[in-house]
């Protein structure tokens, strides 16, 4: 669960860089940094839900040593995780909406998915600008030459010229 962190990332959430390789793990970064924990407006069902995900993502993997140690640092240290761990509900939710603030930026919201890899046990995380908001104007903001200068139509604008380019 130590994702590879992109420049949009760490200006978004935190620098990454900084945080020991060791503590590069996102369950524990949103149950133990307080800066990140702030960045989410819908903290608590997200946490929940992230919870839920990390237990159905385990299944028997529990009991691996690493894993063993992070479920028992977050239990001992946060009265949220360790209520939520014995509750031992689970989460196959695989997508939504995370509303968060940025101390220049103010509030935004990013689309999220996870995928998985069809031959080994990874799951990856992708967080997207949401086609009806400011997010990427954002994101273009706080990491300048990072964001792609992607093109987006608005589906209320029924005209062909604000349509994209469909030859295949």
Request: with cysteine; charged share 25%.
């Amino acid at each position: 669960m130590s994702p590879d962190w992109d420049p949009p990332a760490s200006a978004v959430l935190t620098d990454f860089a900084a945080v020991p390789r060791r503590e590069r793990n996102f369950m524990r970064m949103l149950f133990l940094d307080a800066h990140l924990r702030g960045c989410y407006v819908d903290w608590p069902p997200l946490a929940r839900t992230c919870v839920g995900f990390f237990r159905a993502a385990l299944g028997d993997g529990a009991g691996e040593p690493r894993l063993a140690e992070l479920i028992g640092e977050l239990s001992l240290r946060d009265r949220d995780f360790r209520t939520w761990w014995a509750s031992r509900s689970v989460s196959h939710q695989t997508f939504g909406t995370k509303t968060l603030r940025h101390p220049e930026a103010g509030r935004f919201s990013l689309d999220w998915q996870v995928l998985h890899s069809a031959h080994d046990d990874q799951a990856t995380m992708v967080m997207t600008a949401p086609p009806d908001g400011g997010t990427l104007d954002v994101i273009r903001r706080l990491a300048p030459g990072s964001a792609p200068r992607a093109s987006v139509v608005s589906p209320a604008d029924p005209s062909p010229d604000a349509r994209p380019d469909r030859r295949w």
